[in-house]
């Protein structure tokens, strides 16, 4: 897929942060049990081809010493337009995930999770997985914290009408998730998570997913974001889509609660 930006909302962006309503920069609030947000971005492409790009998030959670839950659900969305042909869509895809940690500030500790697929652009109707798996912290500090994780979940896709292959398939995977994230004061913040999942009987079939993200927070609980989104599934040109992998560079708001 085609990387696209606007640079008109470059600019808005970069007005946002110079701004005089945000001169100050906002005090640590105490931590609350319970934690949301809600973002959405945006990008456009205009030329010899008109593409543009949409994401929605909602993220929703609740923390304590014995127990930490988290669920979110996303939508993308991309079409293009070349010409005087119509605008055809290029990526319509749901993201859903529910995560059980116990004792979640430990060093190490188990979870339990869900997920949840459905994906025009890989041939994708629908792909459910629930898994079980531990994580382990490397580094944790006031301003950096890296964990990893091991997992092993139970899968099963289906094909959409547009696969030529229409067979319901089951299998076991691995989980594997690499975590950083970084505050470099009290407006900017790096974060970026990559899960690998291959299948324990062929390592060859796996996916690959990633998203980093850069904010600046322009208010106390609204930040301007930039963010890379990347999907790679090694079986998707299997099931008639254009490319195994699909990558997006996105410019946002998200405002949490």
């Known amino acids: 897929m085609r990387f696209v930006f606007s640079p008109l909302a470059v600019v808005l962006a970069v007005a946002a942060t110079v701004a005089p309503s945000v001169a100050t920069a906002q005090a640590k609030a105490p931590p609350r049990p319970w934690s949301g947000g809600i973002e959405a971005a945006a ?23 014995t127990m930490q839950f988290g669920g979110s659900l ?40 869900a997920n949840y697929e459905a994906s025009y652009e890989k041939r994708v109707l629908d792909r459910i997985g629930v898994g079980i798996g531990g994580k382990a912290v490397l580094l944790k500090n006031a301003a950096t914290e890296a ?14 009408r547009l696969s030529p292959d229409s067979n319901t398939i089951t299998a076991a995977r691995w989980s594997g998730r690499a975590r950083f994230r970084h505050q470099f004061d009290a407006r900017l913040k790096l974060s970026h998570t990559t899960f690998w999942q291959p299948r324990v009987s062929d390592l060859q079939i796996y996916t690959v997913n990633s998203a980093s993200e ?44």
């Open 74 to 113: 996303s939508f993308g969305y991309a079409d293009a337009a070349r010409d005087s042909l119509p605008r055809t869509v290029t990526r319509r895809t749901w993201l859903g995930a529910l995560s059980l940690d116990y004792r979640p500030y430990a060093d190490v500790s188990p979870f339990l999770f």
């Open 43 to 65: 990008s456009l492409f205009q030329g010899n081809t008109d593409q543009r790009a949409l994401f929605s998030k909602v993220e929703l959670g609740r923390a304590d010493s």
């Open 214 to 257: 850069l904010s600046f927070a322009v208010r106390q609980s609204t930040s301007i974001t930039i963010s890379y989104l990347s999907q790679y599934d090694s079986a998707a040109r299997g099931r008639g889509a254009q490319s195994n992998n699909d990558a997006q560079i996105l410019l946002g708001v998200k405002s949490g609660f």
């Open 147 to 160: 964990n990893i994780s091991v997992a092993m979940l139970a899968e099963r896709l289906r094909p959409s």
